[in-house]
């Protein structure tokens, strides 16, 4: 109480010390106050002297604050100063007592606030968005699993979408990849990227970043459109710089209608990329990213240690005019099987670094072709 007094004090004196334009950031500090008050307190009140009640310096109105509890703040100032804290933080808050741990979980509470921040644009299969009630898709509906809103819990929620997120679909599992048992294997993420949802709100992107350890042979990222039923992709391939756009045509015999264009130089030969290569949506507008990483040979031709490079990106260098639907899956492609090692280590809104737009690889006619028929080849083949 005596710590919580001091502070108050302070805060008086500086407050008295301010200018008349800064009287008006003067019930930020004394709701400050008073969540210290709330905090220290309890339930039970503690007494200040008349004399410092009386004190010019000192912002406590009355005895009656010195009673207030935790649950009188939840309607404003509690949330206000809780929404600014981190995960770690905010479940140090939770453990603290029931009363922080119900209001934080609560819809409209800092685990919603902080979901509807860190997922926007994502989506989980066999879920929606973080928060339906702003699926413009889904409009209408009310309830997650059967529960209605109000009656989520937010922190669980943010749980499972921090989890999932990072995860691959079967037959992979969890957030890594240690074997490819089929050639041309495709391991697809357990999230979507909402192309709706990021165009809407052009300022926010969402960044993907896969970090490669071991790689004998060919792994390229991607991203289709084939939960809309659609049969297009862009694929970047880390080892050439290049970026694919295809179009399947014809499933058997099979034909697909390509066209490329290399923004980035070839960097490996005749060995699989090492690093991370990582994806950024933003505004409807793809950009990629790779960093490379080195092993360093001794005398006897084995790893002595590691290099690693700069950030590379490509720009943005296409839009998705080629998607279909407002959902683009991101994936790993495999050229062959073999032991791998890939782990999904980032989903967010913040890049290696901010990519330009490049002009010219908007220009259709500075994408070559690069088509491809089973027909064709077999009778080249005979």
Not at 89 to 101: E, P, V
Not at 107 to 123: A, D, I, K, Q, S
Not at 161 to 166: D, H, P
Not at 313 to 340: H, I, M, N, Q
Request: charged letters at 25%; one cysteine or more.
């Amino acid at each position: 109480a005596a710590l919580i007094l001091s502070t108050r004090m302070e805060v008086g004196t500086r407050s008295a010390a301010m200018p008349p334009a800064m009287d008006t950031y003067k019930g930020a500090f004394t709701a400050i106050g008073r969540l210290f008050h709330a905090c220290s307190a309890g339930w039970q009140g503690f007494d200040i002297p008349e004399s410092v009640l009386q004190s010019p310096t000192c912002v406590v109105a009355s005895r009656d604050i010195c009673q207030l509890a935790l649950a009188d703040l939840a309607d404003g100032p509690y949330f206000n100063i809780a929404t600014q804290l981190g995960v770690e933080d905010l479940s140090r808050a939770d453990a603290a007592c029931r009363l922080t741990r119900d209001l934080n979980r609560s819809h409209g509470g800092p685990w919603w606030v902080m979901g509807r921040r860190n997922f926007t644009g994502l989506e989980l299969d066999g879920d929606t968005i973080f928060d339906p009630a702003e699926d413009e898709i889904t409009e209408g509906h009310t309830t997650v699993g059967g529960r209605k809103l109000v009656r989520v819990d937010w922190k669980c929620r943010y749980a499972r979408f921090a989890a999932e997120v990072k995860m691959f679909r079967t037959p992979f599992s969890g957030t890594e990849i240690t074997t490819v048992q089929q050639a041309d294997e495709i391991a697809y993420c357990c999230h979507k990227l909402r192309s709706d949802i990021l165009q809407a709100r052009s300022a926010i992107g969402v960044y993907v970043e896969v970090k490669v350890l071991a790689n004998p042979d060919n792994v390229s990222l991607a991203v289709v459109d084939f939960e809309a039923g659609g049969c297009s992709s862009v694929t970047f391939s880390p080892d050439t710089g290049a970026i694919i756009r295809e179009r399947k045509i014809r499933e058997a015999p099979r034909k697909v209608e390509g066209t490329y264009i290399q923004p980035l130089t070839t960097i490996t030969s005749g060995q699989g990329f090492e690093g991370s290569m990582g994806l950024y949506l933003q505004g409807g507008l793809l950009a990629f990213y790779r960093q490379h990483v080195e092993r360093e040979r001794g005398t006897e031709e084995k790893a002595t240690g590691l290099q690693v490079g700069a950030w590379e990106c490509t720009g943005f260098v296409t839009d998705l005019s080629w998607a279909e639907g407002k959902r683009l899956t991101p994936c790993l492609a495999f050229r062959d099987v073999g032991d791998y090692h890939l782990r999904l280590t980032r989903i967010d809104a913040h890049p290696p670094v901010m990519p330009a737009e490049r002009k010219l690889a908007f220009d259709n006619s500075l994408w070559r072709s690069l088509d491809w028929d089973a027909t064709e080849q077999d009778e080249a083949e005979m």
